[in-house]
Nanobody, 126 residues
């Protein structure tokens, strides 16, 4: 079982930046695929970005490509989501998730992930 704790959410103006962190425990990042998802009110949870076990494979949703960057620090067992050029439509609760079965294939379906963090609110004002 992987335990995940997110931090770094908050309120920011459009065009601003935020960095989310997801600290993992119970498994090392080299043994899990990590994903970031988000869920806005009244909408389904959607994939944002993911990074494979090796760290070499990264995938972004089209809606965030070129603005968000996923990275990890294996020494801290922490994954980050740097969010730049934020838009009001990025407002959502952001979740990190762990997939213990895949390797460098990054699932975009939330059902493929085994463990979830508690979520952190990101609000972008216009």
């Amino acid at each position: 079982q992987v335990q995940l704790v997110e931090s770094g959410g908050g309120l920011v103006q459009a065009g601003g930046s935020l960095r989310l962190s997801c600290a993992a425990s119970g498994r090392t990042l080299s043994s899990i695929v990590m994903g970031w998802f988000r869920q806005a009110p009244g909408k389904e949870r959607e994939f944002v970005a993911g990074i494979g076990r090796s760290g070499a494979y990264i995938y972004y949703a089209d809606s965030v490509k070129g603005r968000f960057i996923i990275s990890r620090d294996t020494a801290k067992n922490t994954v980050y989501l740097q969010m730049n050029s934020l838009k009001p439509e990025d407002t959502a609760v952001y979740y990190c998730a762990a997939d213990t079965h895949s390797y460098d294939v990054i699932p975009r379906l939330s059902s493929e992930y085994d463990s979830w963090g508690q979520g952190t609110q990101v609000t972008v004002s216009s």
